[in-house]
C-alpha cells in the first residue's frame, strides 16, 4: 500500500532530549537510591509509569511520574529539535502526520513551542492508551484517528520499544539511529541515520512530500 500518513515519535525522532532526561532520570534515581545507568535503560520510548514500575515497584507510578515533571521544570533543560525536524513536518500535508509519544501532552506541547516546531492535529499521548510501547496499541489508535489503515502508516521511531510498538500494529517502520544502533532497531524495515534520509524514504514510498516553500 501506498504511504498515506507519517507517525512520528518525539523524543530522539523530533526533540534531541537525550540529555536533559538522562539528568532528570539521573537526579530521581539518585533520590531514590537506585542505579543510575539501569534506570536509563528502561527509560527508551517507554512510559515514564511503565518505567517506575519496572525500576522501583515500591513506588506509585503515578506519584513518581509528576516528581519526574517537576524535576524537568525545575532544572529548566531544554530539548532543541532534530536536525531536520522542522524542514521535514513542514513538507508533511497537516492532516498527513501524527505525533504517537510515551510523553504526557503539556511537556510535550510546552517542548515543541519552545523548540518551533508545529503540532498535528491527531496526538496520541502515554495516558490516551491503556498498554504503552512495545505494545501497538498508540500506533493503532493514531492510525484510526488519522483514518488510515495501519499498513499505509509509516512510523519514525528511534527506540527498539517504539520500533517493536509500529511493527505489532502493522506499519512500515523506519528506525532513526539517533540513540540506538542499526543492529538495535533490527526489527524496523529500514533504518536510517537522519531525518534528511527518512525523507528520501519517504518519498521513494510514494508519499507526497510539499516542497521546500510549503506548497505541492
Given amino acids: 500500500m501506498r504511504i498515506r500518513a507519517v507517525l512520528f515519535d518525539v523524543d530522539g525522532v523530533l526533540l534531541d532530549s537525550a540529555a536533559a532526561h538522562r539528568q532528570v532520570w539521573g537526579t530521581w534515581s ?9 534506570v536509563w535503560e528502561l527509560t527508551f520510548g517507554r512510559r515514564p509509569q511503565d518505567t517506575v514500575r519496572d525500576a522501583a515497584p515500591h513506588l506509585d507510578p503515578l506519584q513518581e511520574q509528576a ?7 525545575e532544572l529548566g533543560l531544554s530539548c532543541p529539535p532534530i536536525v531536520g ?14 505525533l504517537v509519544t510515551s510523553g504526557d501532552r503539556s511537556s510535550v506541547h510546552r517542548r515543541f513551542a519552545s523548540a518551533g516546531l508545529p503540532l498535528p492535529t491527531v496526538q496520541v499521548y502515554a495516558d490516551d492508551v491503556a498498554a504503552g510501547k512495545p505494545a501497538a496499541d498508540c500506533y493503532l489508535l493514531a492510525s484510526r484517528l488519522i483514518s488510515a489503515d495501519p499498513r499505509e502508516c509509516m512510523v519514525v521511531e528511534d527506540s527498539p520499544a517504539g520500533v517493536a510498538a509500529g511493527s505489532a500494529a502493522g506499519c512500515t517502520v523506519i528506525g532513526v539511529t539517533t540513540t540506538h544502533k542499526a543492529a538495535q532497531l ?30 505541492n
Avoid at 67 to 73: A, E, I, K, Y
Avoid at 85 to 98: E, V
Fill in 67 to 73: 516528581v519526574l515533571d517537576s524535576l524537568l521544570h
Fill in 186 to 215: 533490527a526489527h524496523a524495515d529500514v533504518c536510517v541515520a537522519n531525518l534528511h534520509v527518512a525523507a528520501e524514504e519517504l518519498a521513494r514510498l510514494g508519499f507526497v512530500l510539499l516542497g521546500s516553500d510549503g506548497r
Fill in 30 to 38: 539518585r533520590l531514590h537510591g537506585l542505579d543510575e545507568d539501569q
Fill in 85 to 98: 525536524a522542522d524542514g521535514l513536518l513542514r513538507r508533511i500535508p497537516a492532516d498527513g502526520w501524527a
